[in-house]
């Protein structure tokens, strides 16, 4: 019996973590084009846990772009330095 479970958590969770990810890309390339009023990701109460997912979310869209959509390695190659 395989060790990998994909159930529906985690496939909400990688989606989650792509959509902020997204999200975080829209507001910055707003900023970027001069548009001084943007939404922020997070509102007065901020939490390390939406960053931290964010930034996973860019490893899992890399990921899926190679075609390792539901792989348990590594994310992929990414920057998570963002």
């Known amino acids: 019996m395989p060790t990998s479970v994909y159930d529906a958590s985690y496939i909400t969770f990688r989606n ?4 902020l990810y997204a999200f975080n890309n829209a507001i910055n390339q707003s ?4 548009n001084g009023i943007v939404r922020t990701e997070q509102g007065t ?6 960053i931290v997912t ?10 899926d772009a ?17």
């Open 54 to 63: 964010r930034k996973q979310g860019g490893c899992f869209c890399s990921s």
């Open 16 to 19: 989650r973590s792509k959509a």
């Open 45 to 50: 109460t901020q939490m390390a846990e939406v």
């Open 66 to 82: 190679a075609g390792n959509s539901m792989t348990r390695q590594g994310p992929g190659a990414c920057s998570c330095s963002r």
């Open 31 to 34: 900023r970027n084009n001069g």
